[in-house]
Nanobody
């Protein structure tokens, strides 16, 4: 599957931004999907994950209550709604897909099967 994230941009602290990730192919619904981010000088970190049928979601503590992950399998699209943004949310955001097992009770690792090109989110103070 090929993934393409979009929707990044510049936003003031406290603002909102929505990201999308378009997937090619007909098997989108068979993948566990996740969002990751990488800030300058830091390692890539997990942000949020969603199960194949949207029945389970999991968030990093740093974004819990502010970000919402969702997916539309009919449109082959993954979303990340980001509210109450903080300067520390500034990063390149990546979507990723995995074919493996996930029960929704832990964050996804960086060994995902497929990665999209990132989209830059900049939050000004």
């Amino acid at each position: 599957v090929q993934l393409q994230a979009s929707g990044g941009g510049l936003v003031q602290a406290g603002g909102s931004l929505g990201l999308s990730c378009a997937a090619s192919g007909r098997s989108f619904s068979t993948y566990v999907m996740g969002w990751f981010r990488q800030a300058p000088g830091k390692e890539r970190e997990f942000v949020a994950a969603i199960s194949r049928n949207s029945g389970a979601t999991y968030y990093a503590d740093s974004v819990k209550g502010r970000f919402t992950i969702s997916r539309d399998n009919a449109k082959n699209t993954l979303y990340l709604q980001m509210n109450t943004l903080k300067p520390e949310d500034t990063a390149v955001y990546y979507c990723a897909a995995d074919r493996g097992y996930w029960n929704g009770n832990y964050p996804l690792g960086r060994n995902m099967d497929y990665w999209g090109k990132g989209t830059l989110v900049t939050v000004s103070s």
